[in-house]
DNA sequence: TAAAGTGATTAGTATTACAAATACGTGGTT
DNA sequence: AACCACGTATTTGTAATACTAATCACTTTA
């Protein structure tokens, strides 16, 4: 879906396709990887560009390494699973109903509260912000610009927040929005369903109403959540 | 505080140390770094320990590096702040009162939510995790083991959640949890003091009632707010 | 004036060699 | 036979070096 990752450089690759495999579960925690040398090889890397992207893999928590033992992948518990990359990689390799269920309860917790408040303390131009990015939904013909113009609105009420650990969780809405998109039945057709429900939101966060604001989003969540198609990928 | 972070290999120590002069802000987003070259010999590494480091503060999206033009500090708005170094230098080097007033925030938004999904979704061994946590804050006679027993607490409380992304969040929670019981106005009379707003709350996702155990921890992290000492550092 | 080329600088990659940690087996001791 | 000490082999950690590729800045040229 949005997926403008260049590969810059070879390590950002091999970050990549190690960092599937492991998510995708082709390499299932406890398991090892052939030994640096060999990998390396296999992958026509080098032994330092193939280092390299371990540490990055190391740093998200999905392997370890030890002297004479080897790296192994790590348990699940200890994935930086808000990482950008790493949600990225589930959403693309199990997109299942249970994952796809905790992203929206996400959403359902963050935000409502973001959106409380943004209409508390949102500056004139973040309110602008949010504002173009409305009309941009409003405008598309689309679902490709619609798709854009939505993440960017959404975007723009975290910034909204004047926090930035709360921007940070954009990517866990991004994650959501992005498998939505894919996934919701609505899609095809009338695409712009949620207009009026963005502009009830957009509104309550000109007027700095929190508590309205905070009610309109839980609506919008909720009311996404049942536009899933139900089939899903049939997987637990 | 809770710091038992070991320097096991040159590239790791290499890492706090960049990530701390940035995040500190000696290093200024958009300033240049050295030539690796340079920057190796200073720091007495390898060039190939250096790079190893750099990879990971580039994937916390700390820095940027590019051929010709060399290595610069990104915008704050780029740091990948929910990284569990990235908050724990944070907390370290600059607790400022709006930044605990942010994580604060978020403490409000995260526990009183995951409270509630405990106490719907949570397993008895879960539940056992609660109760034994608990049971050290109760048992504990100092301040230290109180900090240990409290962390577990709320540690366990997002496990029971059974959402992988809520739980990632303990980070943060960790992070607050540290810089209050460094700043509280508390901490060193009656350490103990919410003690039974904890006993609410464990009860509450004991019985599987999710409004009485968000509501309860609401209370607790409100409560904890107006606990912390006023003077601060005085910073804004 | 602008376009094309040229050189210098810096990160990216590869290769090699050696250091350090440590699991495992070997041999000796009780 | 059980156990302890010790050496060795294996694997990651670190260093040094050489070269490649991108690109900025300058110069030359149309």
Redesign the interface.
Same mark, same amino acid.
């Given at each position: 879906m949005v997926k403008p990752i260049v590969m810059r450089n070879l390590?950002s690759q091999v970050i990549q396709e190690l960092g599937q495999l492991i998510v995708g579960g082709e390499l299932a925690p406890g398991e090892f990887l052939p030994r640096e040398e060999l990998l390396a090889e296999r992958m026509h890397v080098s032994r330092?560009a193939l280092?390299?992207?371990m +540490?990055?893999l =190391?740093? +998200?928590g999905l392997i370890e390494s030890r002297q004479k033992t080897g790296t192994r992948v790590r348990e +699940?518990?200890f994935?930086?699973? /808000?990482?950008a990359d790493v949600l990225a990689w589930r959403c693309a390799l199990m997109p299942t109903d249970s994952f796809v269920e +905790? /992203?929206v309860?996400?959403r359902e917790?963050?935000e409502p509260?973001a959106c409380a408040?943004a209409a508390r303390r949102r500056s004139p131009e973040q309110l602008a912000r949010i504002d173009t990015a409305y009309q941009g939904m409003s405008a598309a013909e689309n679902l490709e610009s619609w798709a854009l113009a939505d993440l960017a609105f959404h975007e723009a009420v975290l910034h909204a927040t004047n926090?930035? /650990?709360?921007? =940070?969780?954009f990517s866990?809405i991004e994650s959501a929005l992005g498998t939505y998109f894919v996934l919701s039945a609505r899609t095809a057709a009338n695409f712009k369903y949620s207009l009026p429900q963005h502009q009830k939101v957009l509104e309550a966060i000109r007027r700095r109403q929190p508590e309205v604001a905070r009610e309109s989003m839980r609506k919008m969540v909720t009311d996404s959540r049942r536009n899933f198609r139900r089939q899903g990928t049939g997987k637990a």
């Amino acid at each position: 879906m949005v997926k403008p990752i260049v590969m810059r450089n070879l390590h950002s690759q091999v970050i990549q396709e190690l960092g599937q495999l492991i998510v995708g579960g082709e390499l299932a925690p406890g398991e090892f990887l052939p030994r640096e040398e060999l990998l390396a090889e296999r992958m026509h890397v080098s032994r330092t560009a193939l280092r390299e992207a371990m +540490k990055v893999l =190391s740093a +998200k928590g999905l392997i370890e390494s030890r002297q004479k033992t080897g790296t192994r992948v790590r348990e +699940k518990i200890f994935w930086n699973q /808000l990482d950008a990359d790493v949600l990225a990689w589930r959403c693309a390799l199990m997109p299942t109903d249970s994952f796809v269920e +905790k /992203l929206v309860e996400m959403r359902e917790i963050i935000e409502p509260a973001a959106c409380a408040a943004a209409a508390r303390r949102r500056s004139p131009e973040q309110l602008a912000r949010i504002d173009t990015a409305y009309q941009g939904m409003s405008a598309a013909e689309n679902l490709e610009s619609w798709a854009l113009a939505d993440l960017a609105f959404h975007e723009a009420v975290l910034h909204a927040t004047n926090n930035e /650990l709360m921007i =940070s969780l954009f990517s866990v809405i991004e994650s959501a929005l992005g498998t939505y998109f894919v996934l919701s039945a609505r899609t095809a057709a009338n695409f712009k369903y949620s207009l009026p429900q963005h502009q009830k939101v957009l509104e309550a966060i000109r007027r700095r109403q929190p508590e309205v604001a905070r009610e309109s989003m839980r609506k919008m969540v909720t009311d996404s959540r049942r536009n899933f198609r139900r089939q899903g990928t049939g997987k637990a």
